[in-house]
């Protein structure tokens, strides 16, 4: 597909993020106004609460965008999302008869502030990407017995906490926890010590399912609204712990950053591409009616206080061994249903060399190979340092970007057993 041209001109600039074709749902602010519902193209924020309000939107229906979220627009299903996409293709792009009516609901990007484009109903996490669980397996359990022996099987995943997900540019307390280490003989409650990163991408529901009645993966594709990038912010020593046996608890729920704007699927369809060579056959309820990943690149940078910038690692969203759909799909045997607003992490997405590992404990191998950066050398996260996460999907003369997943690591509280005992006492 060719870059489709917008009378906004910055969008048609081959390295913009935001061009015609990619048209991504956020929410965002300006000085003390409320959240509204904006659309990026170029460096401009189209805002369609306004532009609804103003009857250059859906005039006939019920409003959509009459709350800060895209949740509405979520529950309306696949046919609803197509022709509001046609309607913003049409109002936005080049000889738009709509072009002096829409251009004064532009707002400049620089100028707003995001906040999350979507209320997030619940969280689930997973643990789908094979040279990841590979790498922590060899770590935890040696090569002979890196993946687990439901791996090849089943997407293992656990339930989050929605309340924990937040918009980029959140900062991230390092929390406190108890730690163990393997020669200790009772715990102790400290400050994290190995606070690291987890780069994911963030599959969002929009169609919900009915309680009691699995899908089909091509269902599940179907019911997918977008995607966002998606930072699982995980406590190492917390979880190391804690994990047995019923998987991670404390140490997953400090935070949760995604991206601030919904890549739709729309977007991506182009850059298609097919899960990899099944080693052992999936059972044919997990297996793919077509390709359900996609082709985007995707790096972390880490900038320490005051410092520069370390891209820490590059890889790619095709390396996951379960799709979303898939996930959403194996999700739903037990008769779960899926809410509008279900947001499902792919689990962390590690390549298969050494620079493309997408977190820090592969990265620095457990802390025993510290990695070199710009200003010195990390093992995991130390305070104030950010972590970013960028993804593109490429095409011919223009690229799908998903905007910045960033998050500064505050250091934790210095005071929490004084506060606990004030609220106590
Ligand atoms: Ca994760």
Redesign the pocket.
Known sequence: MPLLRSWVDTANEANCSFPLNNLPYGVFSSGNEKPRCGVAIGDRIFDVTAAEAGGLLSADKEPLFDEPSWNKVMAEGPRAWESLRARLISILGEGSTDQASAAAHLVPLAMTRPHLPFRVAEYT?FYAGRNHATNVGTMLRGPENALPPNWLHIPIGYNGRASSVVVSGTPVRRPWGQLKGPNDAVPRFAPSARFDL?L?IGAIVGMPSVHGQPVTVAEADEMIFGYVLLN?W?ARDIQAWEYQPLGPFQAKATATTISPWIVTKAALEPFRVSTPQRELALLPYLQEPRPLLYDITLEVGLTPDGGKETIIARTNYAEMYYSAAQQLAHHTTSGCAMNTGDLL?S??ISGATKDSRGSLLELSWGGKEPISIADGSRSFIEDNDTITLRGSAKGKGYMIGFGDCTGRVLPAHSDLYARTDQRSG
């Open positions: 996490d987890e994911e699982d995980s992490g689990g962390t």
